[in-house]
């Protein structure tokens, strides 16, 4: 261990000239500065001292112990007391490498010793997390059950990552089946899988020219569920019986066209939207098209998600429901529509939020007021560096268009609302995170990993309020996020990994599609 490194320059304490006026403030600081030298001096001097001397006539030597010499390194540093001394940047320096951060780091790169959140009780408060007052004073700081409730559904959507990648291709059967979902929740269960097709093709000669594109080429796909909380003591525990529909991200060629169709096209239902001064919904042609088309062995999502909702709210008739639909990326976008669908198409249709992690702009002005209309509560998780969240639409930033329509632009923006193609509108509750802000991750971490999923679920663990620091007894494990982003982590803690003894790539051996069961479950 190099001190040297560590230690203020020496230079600093040298006289540059000698000045006999000082005053009685400058009197009192060199005073107090050399009574902090003298105690550090005698700290010291008591470390180095010999308590137990050594009898010259019988003399034994001891090889010390690795653990002895830590504690004494350890005890040596703590009893110089130098981060009175030392500036902020060396303070953090100093905690990071201090043996306890090690211990917690190998903690958190360990997932053995799982550490659980308090699952509480939400039975007198759930319509309140489920935003009936758009989570009006709970993210800011962010309430820990909500925090508990965000890594659920973010889990929930892993699960749909995970069960795709395990078996992306479509079965070429007549009947499409049912797929087995590995739930990050036991209390729930799948009742439907659900296919997105596209409404475009590749041409012919993509085909000759890689035919062993395989899955990545085909129209429909699997991409995500539908499923029921089932257990009687959480149903008790959350106050209702809920009822989950979780999405995946885009991952086929075609899924990645339909994303490009970025033209705002009217809705199929907008017969009452023609009142004069109205906003007319529109939405992204690509997600409109995913969602509403289908084809001789899967019908459309649109319809495979209605029909099973509306048979989920008859079969538990009598019963308090609620409807939650969770997404990331493509998902995040899809799930609005299903949120809007539900709201509209299902008769006395239960409480319905959406909670969408890295979403982009899904619709306009009048899209945006439909839902809020229709009483579908919205929370996007944003991170701040996340490009996604802020395409597609003529302003990247919502908060420059919110000033330009406070500002006498404001008429001509509302004109624009009814004209132009790509006059988009964020919805709901935006909760922003920010990858700085994590002590692991690089703050220059690169766009994959800003809008990484479980980069989400890691800040969403560690957020505490927006002017606090990531919060030090945050308990997500950080195996999965490791191995998917080692590149983006800070230097200091891989090399601490190395130091740990800790192979993670042949000790848990995860794939990369994989879904970890997480801590904070």
């Known amino acids: 261990m190099q001190i040297g490194t ?66 004494r390194r350890k005890n040596l540093l703590e009893g110089l007391n130098l981060a009175n001394i030392w500036p902020d940047e060396m303070r953090k320096a100093a905690e990071d490498m201090s043996p306890r951060h090690l211990n917690r780091l190998k903690r958190l790169l360990s997932s053995k010793s799982m550490e659980y959140s308090p699952r509480n009780n939400l039975a007198n408060r759930w319509r309140e997390y489920h935003g009936s007052n758009n989570w009006l004073g709970l993210l800011d700081p962010l309430d820990e059950n909500l925090r508990r409730e965000l890594v659920r559904y973010g889990e929930f959507i892993q699960s749909a990552y995970h069960c795709f990648h395990s078996d992306p291709a479509t079965s070429a059967d007549e009947v499409l089946p049912e797929r087995h979902v590995a739930l990050p929740d036991r209390s729930y269960k799948v009742t439907k899988s659900l296919y997105a097709t596209s409404s475009i093709g590749l041409p012919k000669w993509v085909d000759d020219v890689a035919p062993d594109l395989g899955w990545m080429t085909q129209r429909s796909s699997w991409i995500g569920y539908v499923a029921v909380c089932d257990d009687r003591s959480e149903i008790q525990r959350m106050g209702r019986r809920d009822i989950v529909i979780a999405l995946r991200g885009t991952a086929t060629c075609l899924e ?16 009452d939207d023609n009142d004069e001064g109205v906003v007319q919904s529109k939405v992204e042609c690509g997600f409109l098209s995913l969602y509403k088309t289908g084809d001789h062995r899967v019908p459309s ?8 909702v509306q048979r989920l709210i008859e079969k538990y008739k009598g019963e308090p429901l609620s409807i939650t639909v969770t997404g990331h990326s493509l998902g995040a976008a899809l799930s609005l529509l299903v949120a809007d669908d539900l709201s509209t198409c299902v008769p006395n249709a239960p409480p319905v939020a959406v909670f969408s992690f890295g979403g982009p702009r899904v619709g306009n002005r009048g899209f945006a007021d439909r839902l809020n209309d229709n009483n579908v509560k919205v929370l996007r998780i944003v991170n701040n560096q996340d490009v996604i969240t802020r395409v597609p639409g003529m302003f990247v930033s919502e908060s420059l268009d919110k000033k330009l329509r406070e500002s006498g632009a404001g008429r001509v923006l509302e004109m624009l609302d009814c004209r132009m193609p790509w006059a988009y509108s964020h919805v709901g509750t935006e909760f922003r995170v920010d990858t700085k802000m994590s002590p692991f991750l690089k703050p220059n971490a690169d766009v994959a990993c800003c809008h990484d999923l479980e980069a989400y679920l890691h800040l969403v663990d560690g957020f505490t309020a927006s002017n606090c620091p990531f919060r030090p007894n945050a308990k997500r494990s950080l195996v999965r996020l490791l191995n998917e982003q080692r590149s983006n982590f800070k230097r200091l803690y891989t090399s601490k990994g190395k130091d740990l003894t800790i192979n993670l790539d042949r000790e848990h051996n995860f794939p990369r599609s994989s879904c970890l069961p997480s801590p904070s479950s």
């Open 256 to 271: 990645w066209a339909e994303n490009f169709r970025d033209l705002l096209v009217e809705q199929n239902d907008n017969d």
């Open 301 to 308: 999502l649109a319809e495979s998600v209605v029909n099973e």
């Open 6 to 71: 560590t230690l203020p320059n020496l230079h600093l304490f040298q006289p540059k000239g000698v000045n006999f006026k000082c005053n009685a403030q400058t009197v009192k600081t060199i005073s107090s500065s050399t009574e902090m030298t003298k105690k550090h001096i005698s700290n010291l001097e008591k470390l180095l001292q010999k308590t137990n001397p050594i009898d010259s006539s019988n003399p034994v030597i001891e090889q010390p112990s690795n653990r002895s010499i830590e504690n």
